[in-house]
């Protein structure tokens, strides 16, 4: 039919989570909105914060010649110092503007950062279960993913990290706050996984990057904070965006921050930059890269999701489903009572509850919720979780 075999096979392997999200429309018109409880998805429901509305419109307001015309590909230099002055405060250290490549997400972050460094058959490391995007991103540019399992507590097992590393590995990519379990990487962990890639990286003769993506460092519980990435190994490049801090996803505006320090980082940037303008990128977009110089810190609250997050810890304790309490992001990855999670999704779902199976985040008897939905939504949820757990039981 003309669409290439692997792309046919991929859209197939794909589609749980778009099935789903098509499922919540069909069930919205035929039972309502507020009768579906849908935590499928991880799209920001929260409004972006008042200040980004008001830089937006002033940005949009200066009409200049050349305002959009195409600009360097790494972005605008404003841009690029604004942005490293906000990693160099989160990673302790001091980044220049020129460490900084503007990209449209996180997703186009990584997707450069693959492009620049991976050779054809290159493994790309991450934890179990991890962002099924992932795969994609490393197979668009001749990579394999592998994957390593973590702990019981979703942390990272580093006898086995170190066990699954080979020849081929070329990165080991982090997600912190994780999708979709939530947890956080303590900084030891960091520092121990650091030292133990720059020890692979000596024995097998080429460098193994540590890629952290990041774009949910800002949202975070029970006053958690972030492990720098950064202070664990010269090796580092961070991923990030403002798709979920600002609540903007559908802006397409995050960036890639390379240790200061790195070897060989200017051959490094010069592959970064050149990957963004041949993949199509080109440059990030030119009015959300000028909002996003004068933010000065602002964000969506986190307050927010943490209320979410103790409605729906609430919700699931009643229900008796076992989960492990994330510390950042906005979502829960709790165990199913039976093995299958794609037959508790369903018991779920004849409760007019969405939910992913965990299987689509490489790890089966579990299953994701989004809390990018009202309060008053999860706190609704609250019998028919019961009654799904009851179901499974029969
Ligand atoms: N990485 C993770 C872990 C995500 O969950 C997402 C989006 O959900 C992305 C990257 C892509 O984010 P962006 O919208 O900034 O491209």
Known sequence: MGIARKMR???????????????GLRMKAQFGVDNVYDFSLGNPDVPPPARFSQILQQ????????VHSYMPNPGFMATREAVAARVSREQGL?????????????????????????DPGDEVLVPAPYFVEYGFYAD???????TVACDAQFNLDLNAIEAALTPKTKVVLLNS???PTGQIYPAAALNELGALLDRASRKFGHRIFMVADEPYRNIVFDNNTVAPFMQASTNTLVASSFSKELSVPGER?????????????????SALILGLRILGFVNAPALMQRVVARLDGAAVESGV?????????????????????????????PKTP????????ALLQDERILAVPGRSFGLAGHIRLAFCVEEKVIRASAEGFKRAVAAAGK
Do not use: W
């Open 59 to 66: 940005v949009a307001a200066e009409e200049r010649p050349g």
């Open 253 to 269: 505006i995050g960036y890639i921050a390379v240790h200061p320090d790195m070897e060989d980082k200017e051959a490094l940037l």
């Open 140 to 146: 668009n540019h001749g990579g394999v993913l592998k």
């Open 338 to 345: 039976i093995a299958d999670d794609a037959r508790f999704c």
């Open 94 to 118: 001091k980044l220049a503007g020129t460490d900084v490549v503007m990209n449209c997400g996180a997703a186009g972050a990584l997707n450069v950062i693959f492009k620049a460094v991976l």
């Open 9 to 23: 096979e991929m859209n197939e392997k794909s589609s749980t989570i778009r099935k789903m999200f098509e499922e």
């Open 305 to 333: 999701y943490a209320q979410r997050l103790a409605a729906f810890c609430e919700v699931l304790d009643a229900a008796g489903l076992e989960y492990v309490r994330p510390k950042g992001a906005f979502y829960l990855f």
């Open 177 to 179: 706050p994780n999708n």
